[in-house]
């Protein structure tokens, strides 16, 4: 029954292989705007000025210059130096900007605020980073954050960068891991309502996610991962007493996955997986909805963690916070996020994802 989706993990291993042939490092790492809106510009321009980042590293900002600029008047801050190119592969070492489009200000901007024209901006970028990675003019995307009512306003029904990447990509089936340093961690769903992903649970769904996690570590540098599984249920489930899917779904694909050479365990309490984790039983925790591993991760480390999307043919790396429009133009972003996001790509480009 899963046999058509497992196509795409194999796929994604494929074309990752062909792309092991190119040497990646030679190619710069494309780095998404975001919403214009928020605080993507803003961390754009405070890392230009970080003395963290190499001085040999060769980055392309992709997005509109007027956001730049506009960011940096209402910061009063002087953009630094930026080279401006029209092609990819005219980039130099350092920062370039490179626009999908090339526009204006829109006449009724305003930061921190929903509006249709900075998520066209934004889908612009990531689509135009997406399509550079799949034809091998950057060696890996790192995303700044995009707002989902803007996407919505702009007239698209992506819900955010995972769904545009997996369209982009031809795939069907996608993963985010959320990255942060002693605790890894995968979702079987993101960005569904909480009684969506509870029915999601599935043997064969289970099966599909962990083939694609376990693949995909071992490309990125982690041989034989070990991979714990959450329980949905409080306490496992009691034997059945507060849900079966541990009994009925999840032990199941457990045991299936094991006989097939996948090192996963479990399914484990979810008030103690993570700490089994972050005290080295697992490489990485297979949380079952958005929150679940979502608030593990934040609490551990909410300023270096970063996000990592599983099932494309490609690299993408991201900040791990939204646009954050309440503080947008306020100069108080902290962009330590990002220089992590950029560090996880170029481990992940050079396969040494145990170095995070």
Same mark, same amino acid.
């Not at 975001?34 to 980042?53: N, T």
């Not at 376990?214 to 991979?227: A, C, F, N, Q, S």
């Not at 094991?258 to 297979?286: C, T, W």
């Given at each position: ?11 994604? /291993? ?11 490092? !030679? ?24 003395? &963290? @980042? ?32 029209? &092609?990819?592969?005219?980039?130099? @070492? ?31 970028? @990531? ?33 955010? *960068? ?85 009994? !009925? ?13 996948? !090192? ?25 909805? *958005? ?23 490609? /690299? ?41």
């Amino acid at each position: 029954m899963y046999s058509t989706q497992h196509n795409n993990v194999y796929l994604y /291993i494929k074309l990752q292989a062909m792309k092991a042939n190119m040497n990646l490092n !030679d190619l710069p790492v494309g780095i998404t705007l975001g919403d214009p809106a928020g605080i993507g510009p803003e961390l754009a321009i405070k890392i230009m000025s970080d003395q &963290r @980042i190499p001085s040999s590293k060769r980055l392309v900002f992709i997005g509109n210059l007027w956001a730049l600029n506009e960011t940096a008047r209402i910061l009063g801050a002087e953009l630094p130096s930026l080279n401006l190119i029209d &092609r990819v592969e005219d980039s130099v @070492i350092g920062f370039n900007l490179i626009e999908p489009k090339t526009l204006t200000k829109p006449d009724a901007f305003r930061l921190g605020k929903v509006q249709a024209s900075c998520g066209q901006a934004a889908m612009e970028a @990531i689509e135009f980073g997406a399509e550079g990675c799949l034809a091998g003019l950057f060696s890996g995307l790192v995303t700044l954050p995009i707002h989902k009512e803007a996407f919505k306003s702009a007239g698209f029904t992506d819900i955010g *960068h995972q769904e545009v990447l997996g369209r982009i990509a031809g795939v069907s089936e996608v993963a985010t891991m959320l990255m942060t340093p002693g605790l890894k961690v995968v979702h079987l769903s993101t960005h569904k309502s909480l009684i969506e992903a509870a029915r999601y649970v599935k043997k064969d769904v289970l099966i599909e996610k962990l083939l694609m996690v376990h693949k995909t570590l071992e490309y990125w540098g982690l041989h034989r991962p070990v991979i714990g599984v959450a329980a949905l249920n409080p306490h496992g489930g009691e034997g059945g007493l507060l849900g079966r899917e541990e009994l !009925d779904e999840i032990g199941p694909a457990i045991k299936e996955l094991n006989k097939m050479g996948v !090192d996963s365990r479990g399914p484990y309490p979810a008030d103690s997986i993570f700490y089994r984790a972050i005290d080295g039983e697992f490489d990485v925790v297979l949380a079952l909805y *958005h929150d679940q591993g979502h608030i593990a991760i934040k609490v551990h480390n909410f300023h270096e963690s970063t996000t990592a999307t599983l099932g494309i043919p490609f /690299i993408r790396t991201s900040v791990d916070h939204g646009t954050a429009f309440d503080i947008a133009g306020k100069g108080v972003a902290d962009s330590s996020g990002l220089l992590a996001a950029i560090a996880s790509a170029e481990a992940l480009i050079n396969r040494d994802l145990r170095s995070l």
